[in-house]
């Protein structure tokens, strides 16, 4: 290659040779999407949903804002991304579709062409997952193609946002803990619930242990102190401030599950800063656990919460039980067992719960009956839903960076403080998901994404057929028509379903039954929120009905949650469902849902004639 003279500036088409002549310059390389931009985005994605709390405004109080705050983001990364690596190629653009991210694609159109065989009921909610899947997979290959240095720039302003999160959630969930929310319309009004804005508190919890970690992170690193600007040892400092506070809120929401991940992504953490030869400074983990003690001493000493830890006393008293989640786990894999190949569909698994109950008291009729939206192991009901062919792909994802890290440790192979602490992070999720739901919960599962970006690119490696096959031009444009396409069909079906959920907002709270049919009618074309719809109508109908004591109006709105719920069966509309063949006296019927009851728990007995309450008991 031709040298430069020092100081001479080279043109930008061409540059001079060792024998005077010209050759086209080097074209420069473009980051798939702008550094500023990819990490403004990847802040507003990780670090803002968990705060955001839809309000009374919306049908969906609590988790319509937050899929349009998580998501939103990265169908922008996606637009972006995806024209460069169209108009451009991968020869000009800094994408890199590596072996993890293209299994991650295979797994992904997977399941998109599952519903040919599985029997899905639910097209909404089928949709809905597969958005927040690709979510995933968008945010994964964005952040991974993105310069190392970015992150060593960037991770510590998006770990202290997400703290400063987590704070602020843990003032909201003090003031639902004393009944205090009541007016304030962008806090959850869940008063007697320490959950924050969350919405549940195993997802609380969770996410303390996220944002703790990355506190953690902060302060064992003194990552913030490496510039030597006098500027950042605010920032420094106030990350450590914000430890205390989020350390009450996750020992507060009494979640086992986090707790414990939190403790094991700490092990994990200290563990490859040690290996990896790097500074980890003992003093400070000392001081952490020292930490730890004094705030629960503090919840022993004022009584604060100390019902919440009456979990931990029932594994130790019933370790049988596993925390009530014996009886969901073998309604899983009973679920499992009935469909192994096919898989029940992705997000069916609540949709199939009610059935799988059913034939789980066959073969373990000592179970207790209860309902629940997930299997509370995340491998578990990724094998309901996906089947064996799409559970063995992801646990193969999970293995190859699983074993990639141990002989990391075991090599002790120099890791960058970022690749550490992404693998502690993955540590923490993948234990959490042993016991409970973060995959569901977009605002939390991007942080998996996140984890992967941050790690992979120091541990695995692609074989070189594959790496050669992956760096073809065709295939990279035709993954970023995918992209381009996904993001603009995704933001188009998120906005009509937003139109659609403030009309059923604005119908549930109208009096005009003409102006509210209209209102569900109009909603009901948004594909996203097309269930919600369904469901609202056939109230309608009941309440029309009840309210004009006409009994034919009425059968009209039993039909249709009927119709509703054998589509998507949920304990709610099993209750109200036997409350109204109850008073319609329809016995047939009446005892078809009762089988979804547990054996023995239930009589059906004739009304008394003076008597005006259901058939059903």
């Not at 540059?15 to 990847?42: D, S």
């Not at 510590?156 to 803990?177: D, H, P, R, S």
């Not at 809120?249 to 700490?266: D, H, K, P």
Request: proline fraction near 4%; aromatic fraction near 12%; charge should be positive.
């Amino acid at each position: 290659m031709a040298k430069r003279k020092y100081g001479m500036k080279a043109s930008k088409e061409t540059r001079k040779t060792k024998r005077g002549r010209t050759a086209p310059e080097e074209p420069q390389i473009l980051p798939a999407v702008p550094e500023r931009l990819l990490v403004y985005l990847a802040i507003v994605s990780l670090a803002l949903p968990n705060i955001i709390f839809s309000g009374t405004y919306w049908f969906q109080t609590l988790h319509l804002m937050k899929w349009v705050v998580a998501m939103t983001p990265v169908a922008v990364m996606a637009l972006v991304g995806g024209y460069r690596l169209i108009r451009y190629g991968p020869g000009r653009v800094g994408f890199r579709l590596e072996g993890f991210g293209f299994i991650w694609f295979i797994l992904l159109l997977y399941i998109t062409v599952q519903p040919f065989w599985a029997d899905l009921t639910s097209i909404p909610t089928f949709i809905r997952e597969w958005f927040f899947f690709a979510s995933m997979l968008g945010l994964y290959l964005f952040c991974r193609s993105a310069d190392r240095q970015v992150w060593k720039t960037w991770l510590k302003w998006i770990l202290l946002f997400a703290g400063l999160n987590a704070a602020t959630n843990m003032v909201f969930a003090e003031l639902q803990a004393r009944d205090m929310v009541s007016g304030i319309p962008f806090i959850a009004q869940t008063p007697g619930h320490y959950i924050g804005n969350t919405g549940q508190k195993n997802m609380f919890g969770l996410w303390c242990a996220i944002s703790l970690l990355g506190l953690f992170y902060l302060w064992l690193t003194e990552t913030f102190k490496e510039t030597g600007k006098r500027s950042l040892h605010v920032a420094h400092w106030l990350a450590i401030g914000l430890m205390p506070m989020i350390i009450w809120a996750l020992l507060n929401t009494g979640s086992r599950s986090s707790i414990l991940a939190f403790i094991g992504g700490i092990v994990m953490l200290v563990v490859g800063l040690w290996r990896a030869g790097q500074m980890w400074h003992p003093r400070k983990v000392m001081s952490l656990l020292v930490l730890l003690l004094v705030v629960l001493g503090g919840i022993v000493v004022t009584g604060h919460g100390m019902g919440k830890f009456k979990g931990f006393l029932e594994m130790v008293s019933d370790p049988g039980r596993i925390g009530g989640r014996n009886g969901i786990w073998a309604t899983s894999w009973t679920m499992f067992a009935e469909q192994p190949w096919e898989g029940v569909g992705l997000g069916h698994f609540k949709l199939n719960y009610l059935e799988a109950q059913r034939k789980m008291f066959d073969r373990f009729d000592g179970m207790k009956w209860q309902f629940t939206n997930w299997a509370h192991n995340e491998y578990l009901q990724w094998f309901c839903e996906a089947g064996v062919v799409g559970g063995m792909i992801l646990v193969g994802l999970v293995l190859w960076w699983l074993i990639s890290y141990f002989r990391a440790l075991l090599r002790r192979q120099a890791l960058s403080l970022e690749a550490i602490y992404g693998n502690a992070l993955l540590s923490m999720i993948w234990f959490d998901a042993l016991w409970t739901r973060p995959f569901h919960r977009i605002e939390d599962a991007l942080w998996l994404s996140f984890g992967f970006a941050l790690a992979n690119p120091e541990l695995l490696r692609t074989p070189r057929r594959l790496a050669e096959l992956l760096r073809r031009p065709l295939l990279n444009r035709t993954m970023g028509v995918v992209m381009v396409a996904s993001a603009l069909i995704g933001l188009v079906l998120l906005g009509q379903g937003m139109v659609a959920d403030r009309k059923l907002a604005v119908a549930v709270r109208t009096r005009e039954a003409s102006t509210q049919r209209g209102l569900i009618k109009e909603s009901s074309e948004a594909l996203l929120f097309r269930d919600n719809a369904e469901r609202q109508m056939a109230y309608h109908y009941i309440a029309l009905g009840q309210a004009a004591e006409n009994e034919k109006i009425l059968k009209s709105g039993v039909a249709r949650l009927d119709a509703y719920f054998r589509k998507r069966p949920h304990s709610r509309e099993l209750r109200r469902l036997m409350k109204y063949y109850g008073m319609l006296g329809a016995k047939d019927r009446l005892q078809e849902l009762t089988d979804y009851l547990k054996p023995g728990s239930y009589t059906i007995r004739r009304k008394p004639k003076d008597s005006s309450g259901p058939d059903g008991s």
